[in-house]
């Protein structure tokens, strides 16, 4: 990660218009907490506003325009929460996606997910004692949140979960994101790689691909998408993004604003 200075993203629109002039088809990649949704306490309780699902749903059904939704969450509740047709879901940080003519599940993370879920139960065990931790088995990942954990406890949910995963070094690996530990298989795997996949099997012209996210784990898809239009959501961390949205509000204005230029463009396409 690099730290730069972030130009603001309303301030860029018409900078990124004439990109989109240039360069269709669009690509769009989004994460889920903390860009589309607030981060809230308890994971389980976030949950899509309705305007925010309508314009995800418009443009999903843009031509010209894809739509992927890329998370830390398991896929297939990913797909509960947001539920629209066209969307392409990767959950697990890309290791699953699933959406129209697609399917993939990297074979590492398959073939570990016994030994995951033999850890993610004895980090449960030696968490247990500790007030608002929470281990959660994603089946190809998984998370220790400890959002709702007193700060003071913070150090010592970090040394038990590293000593543990120290015991499957060779499988696993540790990430820091935000109040959570993501577990992840050891692979030749991250969000960018994962955009790239889906680039390779959609096929076509090359797009202009548009990053959203708000996690370290999208830094990856940022270092790859190098020249593409990248925006780091929340706080202004060192980062390799372009562009920088505050929150989840913003990121929704963006949507509208995405909106209105495909029906634009789709109109002045019109014979």
């Not at 603001?8 to 990649?29: D, G, K, N």
């Not at 309508?54 to 739509?67: C, E, F, H, K």
Request: net charge negative; glycine share 8%; charged share 20%.
């Amino acid at each position: 990660m690099i730290k730069q200075q972030l130009q603001p993203l309303a301030e860029s629109f018409p900078q990124i218009e004439q990109r989109i002039r240039e360069r269709e088809p669009v690509s769009l990649f989004l994460d889920f907490d903390g860009t589309l949704v607030p981060i809230v306490p308890d994971p389980a309780d976030a949950q899509i506003g309705a305007n925010v699902r309508r314009a995800l749903d418009r443009l999903s059904r843009r031509r010209n325009l894809n739509v992927t939704v890329i998370s830390g969450r398991a896929l297939g509740d990913l797909q509960a929460r947001i539920n629209l047709p066209y969307v392409i879901y990767a959950g697990n940080h890309g290791f699953e996606i699933k959406g129209p003519g697609l399917r993939f599940m990297h074979p590492t993370a398959g073939a570990l997910r016994p030994e995951l879920q033999d850890l993610c139960g004895r980090l449960a065990d030696s968490l247990g004692s500790i007030g608002g931790v929470h281990v959660e088995n994603k089946s190809l990942t998984a998370s220790v949140h400890y959002r709702q954990a007193d700060p003071s406890d913070i150090p010592r949910v970090e040394e038990i979960v590293l000593t543990g995963v120290q015991n499957h070094i060779a499988r696993f690996r540790v990430s820091a994101g935000q109040q959570v530990l993501e577990i992840l298989p050891l692979a030749d795997w991250n969000k960018g790689i994962a955009v790239n996949w889906i680039h390779d099997q959609l096929g076509g012209h090359p797009p202009l691909t548009i990053y959203m996210g708000d996690d370290s784990t999208d830094e990856a898809a940022f270092r790859v998408l190098a020249g593409e239009i990248t925006v780091k959501v929340g706080a202004l961390d060192p980062t390799s993004a372009q562009f920088h949205a505050q929150g989840p509000d913003k990121v929704f204005e963006f949507l509208v604003w995405l909106e209105s230029v495909a029906y634009a463009r789709s109109k002045a396409a019109t014979p």
